[in-house]
């Protein structure tokens, strides 16, 4: 499934010092050449927090042998995730200005599950380090493979016993160097017994076997000092543009405050502008306890208690499950009923002649938002009319949104510290069934409770189970449902 390309890739690495840099064709800090990291569209790159990790190292683990992940992807090393195009969640791993494979949440196996799909770095130090899920062929066929040429049987002169059909697998050759990755069509037991036919369906060759494993001891403190200017001119562009909004409108000011990492970098601009602003944040009855909790604290330690507009739908989400079904990405009656009636309400109520709202949309998130971002940083609301919204940081990626946090020094909150990319409701239909999995983890009774509405659903309707494990809850028109059913 591609992705359309929202913007320009901005990363390049730095191979001296071992750090990303943004926008920048030269490290500030020893002045060497940076490389471009040849990462997927949409190029909205992020850091990896101890849980990411823990989950891709585990995954590592649980493929090619126990105790590969902290190998394969190292300590005390930047290490970089890029949200890249699948039905579910999948993010590319970059580590030493290298892809070294991507984590992903498989949907399309029976039980969905994590799987590491290795690129050639990856790949490379999986067989160095000595991994399971191999195939060795003779030197005869090295070259071919090296040119991404499938693995005929007989060319195969051993393998691991492990092998399951249908998964990820190296192949080697006779001196155990990585020279190919493919997915496998025989198990491990059957493919000494082939004769003839496909083992390996290869997906890339591998040219050179050299590993690119650079130093380790980076910190989060150097990257901000080799991307130091490139902050200050973000920050410099967007308070010129708040200073034009001031010029151009008068007009109450207010900051949308989400609890996302988007909207407290949004809050942390506005505040620095010096102006005079309101703050408003708006509970759905399906908010994380832990963004609650967030939104609080921010409120209290900027001493913002006096400007904060804090509003709570009186509608009731899971009552209005029951007549108006589960909501899905094409069907979101939730939105106009928990969100928009009441910000409409509330914009009434307190801003009677109109208001100009900051909020933290970025043209790297959707296709939408891309749509969006044509219009301007400074676009008239479609759906509220005495609204003008201001998009103060439209054309930043992920990882220029967090280097300006970590700059500031700011609380961020909790919830990316446990896995999730995105913060929003807890049920939101444009969550990833992975997001789930994490609910599940962290809030088990609340997991079950959405479950058990699911499954009451899908008895209603007469929906198979592939409903729910596949989430195709989440789409209101069945010609999106991948199923091998009558459906």
């Not at 009451?456 to 494990?469: C, G, M, R, S, V």
């Not at 195709?472 to 069945?478: G, V």
């Amino acid at each position: 499934m591609p992705m359309p390309f929202l913007g320009k890739n901005h990363l390049y690495w730095c191979n001296n010092c071992n750090i990303p840099i943004l926008e920048k064709n030269n490290c500030s800090i020893c002045n060497f050449s940076t490389e471009k990291v040849p990462i997927t569209a949409p190029y909205d790159v992020r850091p990896a927090f101890d849980k990411d990790l823990e989950l891709i190292r585990r995954t590592i683990d649980n493929q090619f042998g126990k105790g590969l992940g902290l190998k394969v992807i190292e300590d005390h090393k930047i290490i970089l995730l890029n949200k890249a195009p699948y039905f579910d969640r999948m993010d590319e791993i970059i580590l030493d200005g290298k892809i070294l494979g991507t984590i992903r949440y498989n949907i399309e196996r029976a039980q969905p599950i994590w799987e590491f799909i290795p690129r050639i770095e990856g790949a490379k130090r999986l067989a160095k380090f000595g991994c399971k899920k191999w195939v060795k062929v003779d030197e005869d066929a090295v070259k071919f493979i090296r040119q991404a040429a499938n693995v005929l049987a007989p060319g195969v002169i051993d393998n691991d016993n492990s092998i399951e059909y249908d998964e990820y697998v190296i192949v080697i050759n006779p001196n155990s160097e990585a020279i190919g990755i493919g997915v496998s069509r025989a198990t491990g037991k059957e493919i000494p017994k082939k004769k003839k036919g496909m083992v390996v369906k290869t997906k890339r060759g591998i040219q050179d076997a050299t590993l690119n494993i650079l130093p380790s001891g980076q910190t989060w403190d150097l990257v901000l000092e080799a991307n130091s200017k490139m902050l200050e001119n973000k920050e410099k562009h967007a308070l010129n543009l708040i200073k034009n909004v001031i010029k151009r409108y008068d007009l109450p000011k207010l900051v949308s405050f989400s609890g996302g990492k988007d909207s407290i970098c949004t809050l942390m601009l506005v505040l620095e502008s010096g102006i005079d602003f309101k703050v408003f944040y708006l509970d759905t009855g399906i908010e994380f306890e832990e963004t609650l909790n967030y939104v609080n604290e921010i409120i209290r330690d900027f001493k913002l208690n006096d400007s904060f507009i804090l509003c709570k739908t009186d509608e009731d989400f899971f009552k209005n499950i029951e007549t108006q079904g589960v909501p899905g990405k094409d069907y979101r009656w939730c939105n106009r009923l928990l969100k928009l009636n009441v910000i409409i309400q509330m914009i009434e109520q307190n801003f009677p002649e109109g208001i100009i709202t900051f909020v933290g949309s970025r043209k790297y998130e959707s296709f939408s938002r891309y749509q969006d971002s044509l219009k301007g940083h400074i676009v008239k609301s479609k759906l509220i009319n005495k609204q003008i919204n201001v998009n103060l940081i439209i054309n930043w990626t992920a990882l220029h949104v967090w280097l300006y946090i970590f700059s500031k020094k700011v609380k961020y909150n909790p919830l990316y510290k446990l896995g999730y990319e995105r913060i929003g409701c807890m049920y939101c239909p444009a969550n990833k069934l992975a997001d789930l999995e994490i609910l599940k983890e962290i809030h088990p009774e609340l997991y079950e409770k959405w479950h058990k509405i699911l499954e009451n659903q899908a008895k209603k309707f007469n929906y198979p189970q592939e409903w729910i494990t596949k989430g195709f809850w989440r789409y209101n028109n069945k010609e999106k449902w991948r199923l091998n059913t009558d459906y």
